[in-house]
């Protein structure tokens, strides 16, 4: 979590890092349970379920998969949900 413990000056300098540090062609590779702010700053994101990986890809790609205006939030959740429900039935 980059942006624990940052105040919102701190957090937004680092976040601004981040993007410049990927637009210029650099892998940018951090964890963070912070969704908007991953959606903000990712252009790929990979959703990892107790140690699953239940999607990697661009935010669209994710979109385009569950639902065009879905949030990377309730795309997550909707996920996550799927992937405890499938573990009940199995």
Do not use: W, Y
Not at 50 to 55: A, E, P, Q, T, Y
């Amino acid at each position: 979590e980059p942006m624990t413990g940052l105040d919102p000056k701190s957090a937004f300098v680092l976040k601004e890092m981040m993007r410049a540090q990927a637009d210029s062609g650099k892998t940018v590779f951090f964890s963070t349970h912070v969704l908007d702010v991953a959606e903000k700053v990712c252009d790929r994101v990979a959703v990892i379920d107790r140690g699953r990986i239940l999607f990697c890809g661009s935010i669209a790609d994710m979109q385009r998969q569950f639902r065009q205006d879905g949030s990377l939030e309730s795309m997550f959740l909707e996920l996550v949900n799927h992937s405890e429900t499938a573990g009940e039935m199995a």
